[in-house]
């Protein structure tokens, strides 16, 4: 994951800066996916590809006669996946959301980075992004956040700085 050329295939892929993924806490997105089963580590790696079981790949290799989206007739990426805005997907993404949410109260996480990421998920879904207030002592990890973007926290990219926080 730390390899230049490797750097350079993120940063194509997510029209970033290589020197901005330096930030990123590969040491713990490593030990997280580790965590995994062997399906779901499978799952995660081809989704971060963009080559998961959606409308894009599923024409290429024949399975489907369109790339749309089941849920719209946007055309389905693995992007789209976490952004389509219909009632059915938003309610299976709430449905998710809150899981998040319950499992960040069981770990104890500060209820301060637990209503920030809400929020900024919540954000990323409605295509906007508000700027409230942000605890000082997060205000460091949300800005280098920020740098990396937060539509790659659904891949698991957080900065180093949220392992101090």
């Not at 997510?14 to 590969?26: A, G, P, S």
């Not at 389509?84 to 959301?97: L, P, Q």
């Not at 104890?108 to 605890?135: C, M, N, W, Y």
């Given at each position: 994951?730390?390899?230049?050329?490797?750097?350079?295939?993120?940063?194509?892929?997510?029209?970033?800066?290589?020197?901005?993924?330096?930030?990123?806490?590969?040491?713990?997105?490593?030990?997280?996916?580790?965590?995994?089963?062997?399906?779901?580590?499978?799952?995660?790696?081809?989704?971060?590809?963009?080559?998961?079981?959606?409308?894009?790949?599923m024409k290429g290799w024949?399975?489907?006669?369109?790339?749309?989206?089941?849920?719209?007739?946007?055309?389905?990426?693995a992007q789209h996946v976490?952004?389509?805005?219909?009632?059915?997907?938003?309610?299976?993404?709430?449905?998710?959301?809150?899981?998040?949410?319950?499992?960040?109260?069981?770990?104890?996480?500060?209820?301060?980075?637990?209503?920030?990421?809400?929020?900024?998920?919540?954000?990323?879904?409605?295509?906007?992004?508000?700027?409230?207030?942000?605890?000082?002592?997060?205000?460091?990890?949300?800005?280098?956040?920020?740098?990396?973007?937060?539509?790659?926290?659904?891949?698991?990219?957080?900065?180093?700085?949220?392992?101090?926080?």
């Open positions: 994951m730390h390899g230049k050329i490797t750097k350079q295939y993120w940063a194509d892929t997510y029209k970033t800066e290589t020197d901005i993924l330096d930030f990123v806490d590969w040491e713990s997105v490593g030990r997280a996916l580790k965590q995994l089963n062997k399906q779901m580590q499978h799952f995660v790696t081809k989704h971060m590809m963009g080559m998961c079981r959606v409308g894009k790949f024949k399975k489907w006669e369109h790339e749309k989206c089941h849920h719209c007739v946007a055309k389905e990426d976490w952004l389509c805005n219909t009632v059915e997907a938003t309610e299976e993404r709430n449905k998710g959301i809150r899981e998040l949410e319950a499992w960040m109260y069981e770990v104890a996480t500060s209820p301060d980075i637990t209503q920030l990421f809400l929020h900024k998920l919540q954000d990323l879904r409605s295509g906007r992004e508000a700027d409230g207030e942000v605890p000082p002592k997060l205000r460091q990890a949300v800005q280098t956040k920020n740098d990396i973007g937060w539509s790659l926290v659904l891949e698991g990219w957080l900065s180093i700085e949220w392992t101090a926080v």
